[in-house]
């Protein structure tokens, strides 16, 4: 669904069309999706179109980014239910064994078979003496029944347990699967709320929303400059280059909601690939890059740092030098180029604080054409 979307939405983000991101609520159900079409005969400034169509991206972003994140915690469960039916199968292989070794045991007893039957043979025997000897013989066989009746009990005590967790799994990822598929639908909801709002658009609103967009960008940017946070120049570490020349050579790659390369992206599927291609496996969603990673002062930002936007964390993109960043903007874009202020930010945080810094660095040269399009960046769906 989602390249169908983004080949509806190719225009308008040639066009510069904004968009935002919000948080990640879990929804249980899909939310009634607000107005997205300007009511007929009410002409609207352009800053108003402009936060409508934030407001939308946001809230189809806030969905994504919870429906990457049940899918991560699936991924885990269904792993961990998938162990957990391998080690029942042989703690219930370890019971039919511990039951067969009791059967044989009764048996023996019944039959009058065992070790114990044999030393009370030898206590009546003629010579009581020989029996005090072979004293062993009932030793031998009461450990011998302890051991059988333990290995049984604790066989089955541990069959039982893994069973019950075994149960809970399943359980869990039913429950996943279930809010996973509301998500889905969500998403889906969302993004047809954008692609309404921008079929009710003329071609010189798009024109003016983006005129607008690139100015307040171009503002912020200018004001983080002006601030010297942007001044010192802070080479990255190795695993840090190798990400930022990951991330070069994905621009032009299209946005798809939940992808993780190498064909297509979203913006945590982009830096999350970024930094595993460079050795170091990362939180998939960028919520919990944000809670998970270590935190670092925007003016201490070196190549491979990644930039997180909005006070919810839901826009993620990798910081490669000079004030810019590579990031996987929204349905209908492409990965691309932007200034480090194209989105309000949050902060930034660092996958390898205990990387050692290169001598010299040099920054990737880019592919022609990798600044186009729009610079605001949203996690949008995809399926």
């Known amino acids: 669904m989602a390249r169908r979307f983004a080949r ?8 510069g069309v904004v968009a935002a991101s919000p948080a990640v609520a879990e ?7 607000p107005a997205t079409a300007p009511a007929a005969g009410a002409p609207q400034s ?14 189809a972003e806030e969905a994504g980014e919870a429906y990457n994140g049940t899918e991560e915690e699936l991924k885990k469960r269904t792993a961990e239910a998938r162990k957990l039916r391998t080690e029942l ?12 070794d009791a059967g044989r045991l009764a048996r023996d007893q019944y039959q009058g078979r065992t070790d114990f039957s044999v030393y009370v043979r030898l206590l009546l025997a003629d010579d009581p003496a020989r029996a005090l000897e072979q004293s062993h013989v009932i030793e031998r066989a009461q450990a011998g029944r302890s051991a059988v009746v333990d290995r049984l009990t604790g066989a089955e005590k541990h069959a039982e347990v893994l069973a019950a967790r075994s149960r809970a799994a399943q359980e869990r990822q039913r429950v996943l699967a279930e809010r996973q598929k509301k998500q889905r639908d969500t998403v889906r909801s969302r993004l047809k709320g954008i692609e309404a709002m921008l079929a009710s658009l003329s071609a010189e609103q798009l024109a003016a929303v983006a005129k607008l967009e690139e100015k307040n ?23 840090g280059g190798e990400a930022v020349r990951y991330a070069v050579e994905q621009i032009g790659k299209p946005y798809v909601w939940g992808a993780e390369g190498p064909e297509s992206y979203d913006c945590s599927g982009l830096t999350s690939q970024a930094w595993s291609t460079a050795g170091r496996a990362i939180p998939r969603t960028s919520q919990e890059q944000w809670r998970q990673l270590p935190k670092v002062p925007v003016g201490s930002l070196r190549p491979g740092d990644l930039v997180v936007y909005f006070p919810e964390a839901t826009h993620v993109a990798l910081y490669i030098g000079d004030g810019l960043v590579v990031q996987a903007p929204r349905p209908g874009a492409t990965v691309k180029v932007s200034p480090l202020a194209s989105n309000p930010l949050l902060g930034a945080v660092r996958p390898d604080p205990g990387g050692e810094p290169l001598s010299t660095y040099t920054l990737p040269e880019l592919p022609e054409g990798a600044t186009s399009g729009a610079d605001t960046g949203y996690d949008a769906p995809d399926t």
């Open 8 to 15: 509806t939405l190719c225009a308008a983000a040639l066009a």
């Open 89 to 100: 199968a042989e703690a219930r292989k370890a019971l039919n064994a511990g039951r067969r």
């Open 46 to 59: 352009v800053a108003s179109l402009l936060k409508q169509l934030q407001t939308l991206y946001r809230k």
């Open 217 to 239: 960008i171009g503002a912020a940017q200018g004001a983080l400059t002006a601030s010297g946070a942007l001044d010192s120049a802070h080479p990255p570490s190795e695993e």
């Open 27 to 33: 929804p249980s159900e899909p939310e009634p999706e």
